[in-house]
């Protein structure tokens, strides 16, 4: 080895604060072999670069969702530097979440922006949430209790300054990272020095007063995200970059079909591979452990596995499996009745479809971890490390309480790293070999082994008086299970419907009668956490089905859907989106030559979202073009504007992606697709155009954004393709053969 | 085997046929460049050899021992008072709060800058057209089309500069 190769110095971030709330300090290697006097970044940007030392967090899965930490030191540590760091649960997977909660606690602690840190919490630190970061709700889960987190430690600060300047609580103001007298600058007392000055503090019985909504100054700035400029330089650490001393690289073996059961596992040529360290065969399971991650991938090929391969499951045999009727189909709305008006003449019917898709993260399933007799340790990057935790312990016998997962920043969420595969797959390994094992999926893994948005079927009927007010709608539809593979199963029995998949389905027109009927379907294959869960598919169903509505009753699209929406309530939000969107989207003017434009709206997770796509269409090759999606939101306070934008723009091409080409094929009992050239995503040439407008209702109640803005962009889509041929195509995706076969 | 990356010389093992991608990423810890396909679909691993844009994981490490090898970690500069320059490609991504999960990020802003190396003044269209093969799967397109036009334009005055 030549002498320029050195060892990385550990790479910890911050230091120690205060011990009576200061977490375990944890080196973190970034690599086996930078060079020594190579290059070390570290940039000043004015504003709190999120370290990536990582302590704990949530309870494991048995704590009451929705349990918060309740006092200040869970969250805060006052470093010696007199910043302030702040540790948060929830994981930053580009969502901007560590961004929007620092400005909810820089609101309350009063301190400037760049006195703030935000650092990533482990397992460790007990802050006894057991939610995972998912469902748009980390902001309005949370804002409220790191208000009151924040406004209490910083009273609990300024009362301790106080004594130690001898001056009246409320004569000492902030400044800078001190605490002032406020008619003395002069006389001030660091952060740290307060925060050290006593051995013990007691959390203060009475509530600390809150701001008003009207006096955010933080809340509501397009702050720039905290996360970027380490996303930028390279420096960011994900799951698929954990790298610690001695690690080793672990493969493991996968089922040929998706309803393979292993009937054995012998090691056979594996171990002659060069590089292998260990073939680790169990009963369930069969992997290698290997000095490189080429050496662990050509060896776990060598491995002998028989199969129980199971029944060879055909496209067209899921279709028909995830079809609408029969028994077993559970009423989640009814509204007056709608067997009076439906059925009979005047009663428009449509069916339409919707396939499996793929999270495919750019970012696959990725975990390191090292198992040693009295502690675990399991870097990854997942959306649930709480329940990552008690699924690592569980599958490698040990107790919860030794095992600590540390998140790293995840490079693509979409619901898929809320599983724990990978997690267990590394223990596993890491157990068997006695050293710290790291397992990062390959593309072909990450297209055939996780977890997928179901294949849906939706049955829609309704009918519309001349007027143009809706009578009747029902909507059946039919989905694999999407929440329900991860619940306990006594919550399936008792709810029969799965709400993940019925996300979206509802009817939220003002309508007198009306009607959702969900259906299970059990597929042969794992289906769940998806982007918006149920949302895309049922809203791409109803809000399709409503334009056909309208264009039946001869109306405006935009104008039936006003028409038949109060203005009272989310009735009233959703109209004020609808026209937000029409403005922004130039409804009702002209569309250029050979364009068509679309309109559609939903309300999700209590934010209305309305957008209007323009689409052309090439009727040579079928292809559809997307020019331009014209969205309007309203999710109520915003903390960061520029940040609910993004989120709004990342979903349009989400959308986009999933209306004209995403669709994951099934043949002969396995997955076709192993790369991006089966599974083709969205690129910056077939890319829309976007405008956002941000309506707020005013309220002064943040609501979620991450997914709500999926909705609306495929029934845009295809609402603006029938304006523009006459044709409608009723099962995703829209791509060059469905629509040639429309056109036809 | 000597690698020479952002400046820097590496011995490595022998064995040429290693991918650079594991070599950066697993044998030397520059995990800022990234993997998603390991197939030349995505361009997540793209660094850049005596400036051409590459995707490391098609590139045998024979084809680039001995030459400069640049990756996302080597793109900033030191300026003469010590501190650190980022790239205006990656000074535009932060100005237009381009990234999400960020895990497309490096071989966007690597393909971008070494695009606009060799091609200083292009149009929009060329632009989007050099970066058609780089995934975003969290949809980014819209600010990585705002970020790479804003960083073209600068690149060009940087360009203009040096020249007066
Ligand atoms: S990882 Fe090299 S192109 Fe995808
Ligand atoms: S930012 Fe997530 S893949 Fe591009």
New interface residues.
């Given amino acids: 080895m030549s002498d320029k190769i050195a060892k990385a110095p550990e790479k910890v971030a911050g230091q120690p604060g205060r011990s009576r709330w200061r977490p375990t300090r944890r080196g973190f290697l970034i690599g086996a072999g930078i060079v020594a006097g190579g290059v070390a970044l570290g940039y000043t940007y004015g504003v709190p670069w999120v370290r990536l030392q990582m302590a704990g967090i949530f309870d494991g899965a048995e704590g009451p969702p929705g349990s918060f930490p309740k006092e200040p030191w869970a969250w805060f540590e006052v470093l010696p530097d007199s910043r302030i760091r702040l540790y948060l649960m929830k994981v930053e997977m580009g969502q901007g979440v560590h961004t929007a909660l620092a400005q909810v606690a820089a609101e309350e602690l009063g301190i400037g922006w760049a006195d703030l840190d935000v650092a990533q919490a482990s397992t460790e630190r007990d802050m006894g949430d057991s939610l995972m970061t998912s469902g748009s709700s980390s902001v309005t889960g949370l804002f409220e209790p790191l208000l009151a987190a924040a406004a209490t430690f910083r009273s609990m600060l300024a009362g301790e300054a106080a004594s130690l300047l001898g001056l009246p609580a409320d004569q000492v103001v902030v400044a800078g990272r001190s605490f002032a007298d406020s008619a003395d600058a002069g006389r001030s007392v660091e952060f740290y020095t307060v925060a050290t000055s006593r051995a013990e503090w007691e959390v203060p019985q009475e509530v600390t007063p809150l701001k008003r909504w009207q006096e955010y100054s933080v809340i509501g700035q397009s702050l720039p995200r905290v996360d970027i400029p380490a996303k930028v330089t390279g420096q960011a650490i994900y799951g698929m970059d954990a790298r610690v001393e001695g690690m080793k690289y672990g493969a493991v073996v996968r089922p040929p079909t998706l309803v393979a059961l292993p009937k054995s596992f012998q090691a056979g040529q594996a171990g002659e591979v060069e590089g292998v360290i260990q073939v680790v065969i169990a009963d369930d399971f069969a992997g290698v452990v290997a000095e490189s991650r080429a050496a662990a991938q050509a060896a776990v090929a060598r491995i002998d596995a028989t199969w129980d391969e199971g029944h060879r499951w055909q496209q067209a045999e899921l279709e028909q499996l995830v079809t609408v009727g029969g028994s077993g189909g559970v009423v989640i709305q009814e509204v007056g009745d709608v067997s009076r008006w439906l059925g009979g003449e005047g009663t428009l019917t449509a069916e339409y479809r919707t396939p499996l898709a793929v999270h495919t993260p750019l970012e696959a399933q990725a975990a390191l971890a090292d198992v040693q007799p009295e502690r675990v340790r399991v870097w990854c990057s997942t959306q649930g490390q709480g329940f990552v935790r008690g699924q690592v312990a569980k599958a490698i016998g040990v107790d919860e309480k030794i095992v600590e997962i540390l998140p790293t920043y995840v490079g693509g969420g979409y619901g898929r790293k809320a599983g724990w595969e990978v997690a267990i797959e590394a223990a596993r390994l890491s157990q068997a070999a006695g050293v710290p094992v790291h397992v990062g999926w390959t593309r072909a893994e990450e297209m055939r082994y996780g977890y997928f948005r179901p294949l849906t079927h939706h049955l829609l009927s309704g009918r519309v008086e001349k007027d143009g007010s809706l009578v009747a709608i029902e909507h059946r539809q039919a989905s694999g299970d999407v929440a329900f593979d991860f619940l306990p199963p006594f919550m399936s029995a008792v709810m029969g419907a799965d709400f993940g998949a019925y996300r979206g389905a509802t009817i939220r027109y003002d309508v007198p009668n009306k009607r959702t009927v969900a259906y299970r379907r059990d597929m042969p294959l794992r289906t769940g956490w998806w982007r918006g869960l149920g949302l895309l598919p049922n809203t791409f169903a109803v809000e399709s089905f409503v334009d056909e509505l309208a264009h039946g009753a001869g109306m405006d699209p935009l104008a039936f859907r006003l028409r038949n929406l109060g203005d009272e309530g989310d009735s009233g939000r959703l109209k004020r989106v609808l026209q937000a969107a029409a403005e922004l989207g130039e409804w009702g003017k002209p569309a250029p030559a050979g364009r068509a434009r679309g309109i559609a709206a939903t309300i999700d997770v209590g934010t209305p979202v309305a957008m209007v796509a323009e689409v052309s269409v090439d009727g040579g090759s079928g292809k559809v073009r997307v020019h331009k999606i014209a969205a309007a939101m309203d999710c109520g306070l915003v903390v960061n504007p520029d940040g609910a934008i993004a989120q709004v723009e990342g979903n349009i091409m989400w959308g986009v992606g999933s209306a004209l080409i995403e669709e994951l094929a099934v043949q002969d009992g396995q997955v076709v697709a192993t790369n991006f050239d089966r599974y083709p995503l969205l690129t910056i040439q077939d890319a829309p155009e976007v405008a956002v407008v941000l309506v707020d209702s005013g309220d002064g109640k943040p609501r979620g954004v991450g997914e709500p803005p999926l909705g609306p962009v495929v029934p845009a889509i295809a609402n603006a393709f029938f304006a523009l041929t006459g044709r409608r195509i009723r099962q995703l995706p829209m791509n060059e053969a469905r629509v040639k076969a429309a056109l036809a | 085997m000597d690698l020479h990356i952002?400046g820097?010389?590496?011995?490595v093992a022998e064995g040429s046929g290693?991918?650079l991608v594991?070599t950066l990423?697993?044998?030397?810890?520059?995990?800022?460049?990234?993997?998603?396909?390991?197939?030349g679909?995505?361009g997540?691993c793209t660094v850049m050899v005596e400036g051409v844009a590459r995707r490391s994981c098609l590139t045998p490490l024979a084809e680039v021992e001995g030459k400069s090898i640049t990756?996302?970690?080597?793109?900033?500069r030191r300026a003469e008072d010590g501190?650190?320059l980022?790239h205006p490609v990656?000074q535009a991504?932060?100005d237009a709060?381009?990234?999400?999960?960020?895990?497309?990020?490096?071989g966007q802003?690597m393909t971008a800058a070494a695009y606009l190396g060799q091609n200083p003044a292009p149009t929009e269209e060329e632009l989007?057209?050099a970066?058609?093969?780089?995934?975003?799967?969290?949809?980014?397109?819209?600010?990585?089309?705002r970020a790479v036009v804003a960083a073209a334009g600068q690149s060009v005055q940087a360009g203009s500069e040096e020249a007066a």
């Fill in positions: 952002n820097t010389d590496y011995t290693r991918l594991y990423r697993d044998e030397l810890g520059l995990t800022g460049t990234k993997i998603g396909c390991a197939a679909f995505c997540a990756t996302i970690e080597g793109l900033a501190a650190w980022l990656q991504f932060v709060q381009v990234p999400q999960c960020g895990w497309c990020m490096s802003i989007v057209a970066m058609a093969e780089n995934y975003c799967r969290c949809g980014c397109y819209h600010r990585i089309r």
